[in-house]
């Protein structure tokens, strides 16, 4: 990255932070405001409810919300300059003694002051002496009587305001851990596909040379043909994580003509795909490492080859794919002790990684003799688009091949 980008975004982290900040400003004034009409509704409730009279004289709805809004309302202009000070001397920072020894100071002058504004207030609007000596008095009268809970009232603001600044600190490193928490399942998820065209890669090179050294050129050449045609596939596929079962199945076809040519003749694969399931989403290479699996240890072994089989269907939330074959079955003592090679291990921990426990695998021999691969997945649809070679029953992979 170059320097000029790592500016701009730099750049943008800071106007995002202030944005950020002053959004999170308005919030505590917000608050304050709806506190202070519902506490002034109450206030002036229970006042008219107990039919309050002053020095005898009844007081009108209007009059006691002009005698009882300032009390509340005035935080309002004050809750600002508190929610500085929290920022500019803060209670968890370094230098906690100062700024314990700030507030105390700051909560009874915002407190003194709130008061002499409520007094002005209130003195204007209910017409009171509004002499220099009455104004004192009522200043004095309020101070004896409430300066305890202007006090609180200035600590409540300054915990408010922390609160939600430390609410949002939390949930802004919850995105980040969530981001970066994504991003390295989709590397490891990207390392572990990678994994898989290698692997694949070095099992044909070795077939193409096993058929040279055996003299079987015309099978070599008609091998490197195909695998172009696979590799091609392969680079067409993209990066995504997720393709249609349908793109799975042409890409199955592809690297079965490749085995067809070392089997001559003694390989038959059969398909049986339900039409709503050609369109369900799997893992990208999903089906390869199931495929090469049977065909390289299930009937390759034997001289008479055999016979693959491919499943598919929906059952309620899942899709559920099998694989199987009619060879040799399970190695002697793999039952007791299973060992995966690298594509069904990747196979594994990417099914884990991208669905967690929503998924299953598993490995079952066979009706008839035979091991069978399952795959259970959450069925989720992808979108509907046009397939230039969607496979069907009349596709080369669902019919038998001999």
């Given at each position: 990255m170059s320097a000029d980008a790592g500016v701009v975004r730099g750049g943008r982290g800071r106007r995002a932070r202030r944005a950020r900040d002053a959004r999170g400003a308005w919030v505590v004034p917000a608050l304050i405001f709806v506190a202070a009409t519902l506490l002034t509704a109450f206030a002036v409730a229970k006042l008219r409810y107990l039919d309050w009279r002053p020095a005898g004289a009844p007081l009108t709805w209007w009059q006691?919300?002009?005698s009882r809004a300032p009390?509340?309302?005035t935080w309002l202009l004050l809750a600002p300059p508190v929610v500085w000070l929290g920022r500019r001397y803060r209670l968890d920072g370094d230098r906690?003694?100062?700024?314990?020894?700030?507030?105390?100071a700051a909560s009874f002058v915002v407190a003194l002051a709130h008061m002499a504004l409520v007094v002005v207030i209130n003195g204007w609007a209910l017409l009171l002496p509004f002499t220099a000596e009455s104004l004192w008095e009522r200043f004095v009268n309020r101070v004896e009587a409430i300066v305890e809970y202007e006090v609180v009232a200035y600590w409540a603001i300054l915990g408010l305001s922390y609160a939600f600044e430390y609410a949002r600190q939390v949930r802004e490193r919850e995105l980040v851990a969530a981001r970066l928490e994504t991003q390295l399942a989709g590397a490891q998820l990207q390392a572990l596909r990678a994994q898989l065209h290698p692997h694949f890669l070095f099992n044909t090179l070795n077939t193409i040379a096993i058929l040279m050294r055996d003299g079987r050129v015309s099978a070599a050449v008609g091998m490197v043909t195909a695998l172009g045609d696979l590799l091609r596939r392969s680079l067409d596929a993209g990066a995504g994580q997720l393709v249609p079962l349908s793109q799975e199945l042409e890409f199955a076809e592809a690297y079965l003509g490749i085995e067809r040519i070392r089997f001559e003749g003694r390989l038959a694969v059969r398909v049986d795909v339900a039409p709503d399931a050609l369109h369900a989403q799997v893992p990208s290479f999903i089906l390869q490492p199931l495929v090469e699996n049977a065909v390289r240890h299930g009937l390759a072994p034997s001289?008479?080859?055999?016979?693959?089989?491919?499943?598919?269907?929906?059952?309620g939330d899942v899709l559920r794919i099998d694989v199987a074959d009619d060879g040799r079955g399970f190695p002697a003592g793999w039952r007791q002790a299973p060992r995966y090679g690298i594509g069904l291990a990747n196979t594994i921990e990417r099914l884990r990684r991208l669905?967690?426990?929503?998924?299953?695998?598993?490995?079952?021999?066979?009706?008839?003799?035979?091991?069978?691969?399952?795959?259970?997945l959450p069925f989720q649809v992808a979108p509907v688009a046009p397939v230039a070679s969607a496979p069907s029953r009349a596709d080369p992979l669902a019919r038998a091949s001999a």
């Open positions: 006691l919300l002009q009390l509340w309302y906690r003694t100062r700024a314990v020894l700030v507030h105390l001289l008479r080859g055999g016979t693959l089989t491919i499943r598919a269907q929906r059952d669905y967690g426990d929503d998924q299953r695998f598993g490995v079952a021999d066979a009706e008839g003799g035979g091991v069978v691969a399952s795959i259970v």
